[in-house]
């Protein structure tokens, strides 16, 4: 089983440029995170979207926005990305349902550099 | 919103002893206790939950324990060995799906052979 899928796991991009990074899950859940990881502060959520068609704001999502394109996907994009946006970006998803809503599943983190 | 404090964020301990991390929530209303184990390169996994209708639940060599009134719980794991280390992490959490969830800083955990 595949789990949690992101793309890339690698990118640099230089300041102002746009990018989006993917994220898809086969485990049939219903809630899906994104977070940031920076050194000393933990994980950080970004946005999150507990069900198909909604999306809400986390602790820091100034810079970012998402879209969940269906059940299984769930993208962050960056419009114009800034030094303060390096960090490691991890998808997360959860299965939602009334029983069982407890464990989150991390895919394996996308590293992105601006410079 | 929720708030977590994680502590210490480093911690050291030699091979076979046992080692404690503390954790602080803010919400009264947070009702689930997940902690997550990375380890180097990877996606954080949950290695135990606590839910607070009960103050403390074991998992062989790792427990957690919490106390609502104080808003604080903890996670225990004894005999330490050497693939326990790796960075932790404590959340906190309304049981519901909708809910956000919010972590702690991090534990940078090293196992001294």
């Known amino acids: 089983n595949a789990g949690v899928t992101q793309t890339p796991k690698f990118q640099v991009l230089k300041t102002g440029q746009s990018m989006t990074l993917q994220c898809a899950q086969d485990?049939?859940?219903?809630?899906m995170y994104w977070y940031r990881q920076d050194p000393g502060m933990g994980l950080r959520l970004i946005y999150y979207?507990?069900?198909?068609?909604?999306?809400d704001k986390g602790e820091v999502p100034n810079g970012y926005n998402v879209s969940r394109l269906n059940k299984r996907e769930f993208s962050l994009r960056l419009e114009s990305a800034a030094p303060s946006q390096t960090s490691v970006y991890f998808c997360?998803?959860?299965?939602?349902?009334?029983?069982?809503?407890?464990?989150?599943?991390f895919g394996e983190g996308s590293r992105l550099t601006v410079l | 919103g929720e708030n977590v404090e994680q502590h210490p964020s480093t911690l050291s301990v030699q091979e076979g002893d046992s080692a404690v991390i503390k954790c602080t929530y803010s919400d009264s209303a947070s009702n689930y206790f997940p902690w997550y184990k990375q380890e180097l390169g990877k996606g954080p996994q949950l290695i135990i939950d606590?839910?607070?209708?009960?103050g403390e639940k074991k998992d062989q060599r790792i427990a957690v324990t919490l106390n609502k009134t104080a808003k604080h719980f903890s996670l225990h794991i004894t005999e330490t060995q050497p693939e326990d280390s790796a960075v932790y992490f404590c959340?906190?959490?309304?049981?519901?799906?909708?809910?956000?969830?919010?972590f702690g800083s991090g534990t940078r955990l090293s196992i001294r052979p």
């Open positions: 979207s507990a069900s198909e068609g909604t999306t």
């Open positions: 959340a906190a959490t309304r049981y519901s799906s909708a809910s956000k969830i919010i």
């Open positions: 997360a998803s959860r299965k939602g349902l009334a029983r069982n809503t407890g464990e989150l599943f």
């Open positions: 606590i839910r607070s209708n009960v």
């Open positions: 485990m049939n859940h219903n809630s």
